[in-house]
């Protein structure tokens, strides 16, 4: 085939999580919305979770558990390490499956928790693009510290963490396992092994935007010279120009959306408080019943979010007592909830997705940080972008009931609630701004797909 007739192609490697593979499913969409072919390369599984639209082709690559779990794996070192070894083979048989088929790949763009993708890229004649799935501050942090500029552990009890562009950082503001690297070994080196080679990246990304943390971005960008192409929202929630994106086409879980959506469609405009805390964090049976307290003792009504592994940490008999004021599932579509009129505020755990979501859906937040960023995500929501109330732990890590009420009612009653709604709905249009054409991150993606053309006749 003539080089002028090829079409540029990429793919797109997340790792296995719903927090990873949405966003990065959602950059596959808007490139091949622009006239790429996109590729989704995800493990044997979570492929069947892959519902994208005909315009993401999905393809298999091997983490070493094709017939079983990866839970099986036992430590995240151990899946690290085999994901490694098997899907850098499988990567590579990927990639010259494509190019004996005719259309080569251009571009992999790799979950910057795979670096070993880079050089399986590299080693194929085709480009390689990390893709970061934190904010611009988390990645800041940690490219401070693969710089040297930072060391381990990082003492911030007598006084903050400064960094140039990056408010000061207390005690309960940093990730946690800098505090104490022996808490999660495996973790901290798969977030550090995303500078590892990253010099030698073609393109890296990251899923946040200007508007939003152009400072943050800044600071790190000699160590992590990232594009901001966020929010990877689907478009149907931001700029409306991918016809028919209103999901990000990936649920390891069954949402059951049409029955949450009937239930809010009885309730009054911002009445309802709308409580998830993502797919991976575990709350303890405390902090779960004092959860329940603080919801059913607002004047609010309530839907929560509770996997199925979690539920039997709701006090007994609490959700039959709620009928009526409360709604209890275990999975739902959050999108379409937080878009919902009825919703008026988001109790979060503050991963980074949800946290776009809050911001980019225009919904004020209550902030239930657990662990790693999620407690950096936490400050900048209620002091930095003045979106929300972080609730207080008490000495042994637990939001009390009375903090929690306390926050519920400075969000849905309080006198703050004026100005927390009137800065969500900035950012939702700075959000909009950005992902609309000719926003800075539509501009971006696009001098992107530019380069990946230009490429193609190289």
């Known amino acids: 085939m003539e080089k002028s007739n090829l079409q540029a192609h990429v793919i797109v490697i997340p790792y296995p999580s719903q927090g990873h593979i949405n966003p990065l499913l959602q950059f596959a969409k808007r490139l091949a919305a622009k006239g790429v072919r996109a590729t989704l390369a995800t493990t044997a599984n979570t492929m069947q979770s892959i519902h994208a639209s005909a315009a993401v082709a999905v393809a298999p690559i091997s983490d070493g558990f094709d017939e079983t779990d990866f839970a099986k794996a036992g430590k995240e070192g151990d899946y690290l390490t085999s994901i490694r070894d098997h899907g850098s083979q499988s990567l590579a048989k990927l990639l010259h499956t494509f190019k004996s088929a005719g259309s080569p790949v251009t571009c992999v763009i790799y979950d910057a928790f795979f670096p070993w993708a880079l050089d399986v890229a590299h080693r194929h004649g085709a480009m390689a693009a990390a893709f970061f799935t934190n904010s611009a501050a988390v990645c800041a942090i940690f490219s401070h510290i693969s710089g040297g500029t930072i060391t381990l552990p990082v003492n911030v009890d007598d006084a903050p963490l400064i960094l140039p562009g990056l408010p000061p950082l207390n005690a309960c503001d940093v990730p946690t396992f800098i505090r104490n690297p022996s808490s999660y070994p495996a973790y901290l080196a798969m977030k550090l092994s995303q500078f590892s080679n990253l010099q030698n990246a073609d393109f890296v990304f990251a899923n946040t935007f200007h508007q939003l943390e152009r400072q943050e971005a800044k600071s790190a960008e000699k160590n992590w010279p990232a594009k901001l192409v966020g929010p990877m929202v689907p478009s149907a929630y ?221």
């Not at 903090?403 to 800065?423: D, F, H, P, T």
């Not at 969500?424 to 000719?438: F, M, N, S, T, Y």
Request: glycine share 8%.
């Open 238 to 458: 931001l700029d409306g120009r991918i016809e028919g994106d209103k999901g990000y086409g990936a649920s390891l879980w069954k949402p059951l959306s049409e029955q949450c959506a009937a239930w809010l469609n009885t309730k009054p405009r911002e009445s309802v408080i709308y409580v998830s805390f993502g797919s991976m964090v575990s709350l303890t049976s405390k902090q779960m019943e004092e959860m329940a307290w603080a919801v059913n003792s607002s004047t609010s009504y309530f839907l929560w979010v509770v996997r199925e592994t979690e539920s039997e940490k709701l006090p007994p008999g609490f959700t039959e007592s709620v009928k009526g004021k409360g709604l209890i599932v275990s999975w739902c579509n959050q999108l379409e909830m937080l878009a919902h009129p009825a919703i008026g505020c988001f109790v979060t755990h503050c991963g980074w997705n949800s946290t776009l979501e809050g911001l980019a859906l225009g919904v004020p937040m209550v902030a239930l940080p657990q662990w790693s960023d999620q407690v950096t995500d936490a400050k900048f929501i209620e002091e930095i972008w003045g979106v929300g109330v972080r609730a207080k732990e008490d000495e042994f890590g637990v939001a009390g009931r009375e903090e929690l009420l306390y926050c519920l009612k400075q969000v849905m009653e309080g006198e703050s609630r004026v100005k927390m709604r009137s800065n969500a709905r900035k950012w939702r249009e700075l959000a909009i701004q950005a992902a609309d054409e000719g926003g800075t991150s539509d501009t971006a993606i696009n001098e992107f797909v530019m380069k990946l053309k230009i490429a193609l006749q190289n």
